[in-house]
């Protein structure tokens, strides 16, 4: 019948035959409106609940960090990792930052000195290059004693090299050269002061090397092979190192391997606050050594760097001997001599501390306050965090006998 085209065929589980009548309008309003909103809600939920379980796009989405904890194949536990990607833009911008900020503190250091031969009585001259960082805006400036020091530069036994003639500072951007005098040099440290007459100079900030981490970023400036306001970068390889150098001084120092080079002696190794954290001073050099330098840190220059500055010497309290390490192998080469690990008292100088307090040649110390001595170092270590005028005990072994003495340190000459 005509007035029945309007009927459309339904499935249905009771009856497949029946037939329902339906009005034009009713089925383009489903079609058309109802049924997109239908699926979008589910395929808007199919999405959500798979973005969810995703940890980026979840972090994306919801705008927070991934703390569920995340397990590596070998059991490890990460936790509070956080999965946001590094913006290299940002790392790069950080290192920008930070040169801006501490290249107007850094300068060249030339060196001038005398050099004779055993063959002439005539002298030349020889020049040496390094860097220094401004430490006072009246121009200040701390360095490595070995670069302006000539005890402190090798030489052979064909040649004698004399005290410097002249010491040059070059500043950032500046092509006015400075002539420098010595403040104060101290070889036991490898640190130095010297200033030039100058004001209005842009002070370093000096961070805090306590504080440091392995990894942490991290940026070496200075004068390497004279080119002037070189920057590198690298990550804190390593804390307290114990280093010692060409000349038998030790050193416990920072390693990084940013690279430093001749003529880095005496710059900065900075944070990524642009802070100063130490002095660049050593690197290991030979067949297949590479991204090993090291820094004193900057903690240690600070009570060095004042004593520089007010009595041109570091103020020392001492005890006045001179001494050997007494080892396993000592005791084993030696198995008649009634010796103890410790530190062997080899010389006791006239009128010091040690004498007055009794001690003899042959003694051995083997503690220091209560604190186990084992070497020479670990008892300058001792020594050191006390102040002239403080008493230290010691504990002695003398012919196989313990005996205690206590010595009231004075200022080392």
């Not at 497949?16 to 997109?36: A, C, D, E, H, L």
């Not at 609940?49 to 904890?69: A, D, I, R």
């Not at 030979?286 to 600070?302: D, H, Y």
Request: aromatic share 6%.
């Amino acid at each position: 019948m005509e007035e029945n085209k309007n009927f459309v065929e339904v499935k249905a589980s009771e009856n497949k035959n029946v037939k329902t009548p339906k009005s034009q309008n009713g089925y383009s309003f489903g079609r058309n409106i109802v049924v997109p909103f239908i699926s979008g809600v589910v395929g808007a939920g199919v999405l959500l609940g798979v973005c969810l379980n995703v940890p980026y796009v979840k972090n994306n989405l919801l705008g927070t960090n991934n703390t569920t904890p995340i397990y590596s194949q070998s059991g490890i536990n990460y936790n509070n990792v956080n999965t946001n990607m590094l913006s290299l833009s940002s790392f790069s911008d950080t290192g920008t930052y930070v040169a801006q900020k501490v290249l107007p503190s850094i300068v060249g250091i030339r060196v001038q000195y005398s050099v004779s031969t055993i063959f002439s009585r005539a002298t030349s001259t020889a020049t040496a290059e390094g860097s220094g960082v401004i430490i006072s805006e009246d121009g200040y400036i701390l360095t490595n004693n070995h670069v302006i020091s000539s005890s402190s530069n090798s030489s052979s036994s064909f040649y004698t090299v004399g005290e410097a003639s002249t010491i040059t500072v070059s500043l950032y951007n500046d092509d006015t050269t400075y002539e420098a005098k010595v403040i104060g040099t101290d070889e036991q440290t490898d640190l130095a002061i010297i200033k030039i007459d100058k004001s209005g100079l842009t002070a370093a900030e000096l961070g805090d090397s306590d504080s440091l981490q392995v990894g942490e970023w991290c940026m070496a400036i200075g004068n390497p092979l004279g080119m002037q306001s070189s920057v590198t970068s690298g990550s804190i390889s390593a804390l307290n190192r114990k280093i010692t150098d060409s000349d038998g001084n030790s050193f416990v120092l920072v390693q990084t391997d940013a690279a430093i080079n001749e003529g880095n002696s005496g710059g900065a190794l900075v944070n990524s606050k642009g802070q100063v954290i130490g002095i660049n001073t050593l690197k290991a050099s030979g067949t297949g050594v590479e991204g090993l330098g090291f820094a004193i840190p900057i903690n240690s220059t600070k009570s060095i760097t004042s004593d520089l500055i007010q009595y041109n010497k570091v103020k020392r309290p001492y005890i006045g001997i001179t001494g050997s390490d007494i080892t396993d192998s000592i005791i084993k080469n030696n198995p008649t001599a009634k010796l103890v690990i410790g530190a062997y008292v080899r010389g006791v100088e006239d009128y010091s501390p040690a004498e007055k307090a009794g001690l003899k040649i042959g003694d051995i110390i083997i503690k220091a306050d209560g604190k186990e001595v084992k070497t020479m170092d670990d008892l300058n270590e001792i020594k050191n965090t006390h102040n002239i005028g403080d008493t230290m005990t010691l504990t002695i072994s003398r012919d196989g006998n313990e005996k205690e003495l206590t010595v009231t340190l004075s200022e080392q000459p």
